[in-house]
Each structure stands twice: as structure tokens, then as C-alpha cells.
Nanobody, 121 residues
Framework: QVQLVESGGGSVQAGGSLRLSCAAS?????MAWFRQAPGKEREGVAS????????NYADSVKGRFTISRDNAKNTVYLQMNSLKPEDSAMYYC?????????????????WGQGTQVTVSS
């Protein structure tokens, strides 16, 4: 069992930045960030294959968000720049084993409790 603990959420004005962190209790091959806004389905935002650093992103965040990892610390980060009100959501960290071209919930085994991000206009 791997535990994931997110941190770094908060409130920010549109155009601002936030950095989310996810600390895992063990090493996992693939890590990702998902988000879920009220009344909407959970969507994959970004993922990283910790083995070689491969990444993929949702179209809605490309060019604004960057996912990175520190393998020595079993920690993954999500740097979010140029935030928009539509980025407001609960952000969840997820961990799995295999790389995939899509960021689907089906590919992840462990989930964190989430951290809230609120972007005001």
C-alpha cells in the first residue's frame, strides 16, 4: 500500500501561480494529477513516468502547467502558472505502474485525499 499526501493548494487570483506537491510513501513508476470541479467528472491533468521523465498533459493546461518529479524524495510536483477561474477544483495525486498515452483513472491504483485550488477572477 502506497500513501500519497498532497500539499500546496490554496486561493489565488487569475493569472497567478501555485505549486502542488505530492509525497508518496514508496516509489511508483507513474504519477499523475487529476482534478474535479463541483458537478463535473474527474479529469486527468498531467502525468509523468518517473522511470524516464516522460510526461503528458490535458490540452486545457498545456503550456501553463508543468509536472516534475524528485525520485530521491518520491515526490511529484505540479507547477501551475497563468491560472484561470476554470482551473478551480479539488486536485488529486494518483500513482500507478504503467505508462499510457492517455491520463485515465483506470491506470492508477493509489489516490491522495486531494488539495483545493481556487482561482478568483
Amino acid at each position: 500500500q502506497v500513501q500519497l499526501v498532497e500539499s500546496g493548494g490554496g486561493s489565488v487570483q487569475a493569472g497567478g501561480s501555485l505549486r502542488l506537491s505530492c509525497a508518496a510513501s514508496g516509489s511508483m513508476s507513474r504519477m499523475a494529477w487529476f482534478r474535479q470541479a463541483p458537478g463535473k467528472e474527474r479529469e486527468g491533468v498531467a502525468s509523468i513516468y518517473t522511470v524516464d521523465g516522460s510526461t503528458n498533459y490535458a490540452d486545457s493546461v498545456k503550456g501553463r502547467f508543468t509536472i516534475s518529479r524528485d525520485n530521491a524524495k518520491n515526490t511529484v510536483y505540479l507547477q501551475m502558472n497563468s491560472l484561470k477561474p476554470e482551473d478551480s477544483a479539488m486536485y488529486y495525486c494518483a500513482a500507478g505502474y504503467h505508462w499510457a498515452r492517455v491520463i485515465s483513472e483506470l491506470g492508477f491504483v493509489y489516490w491522495g485525499q486531494g488539495t483545493q485550488v481556487t482561482v478568483s477572477s
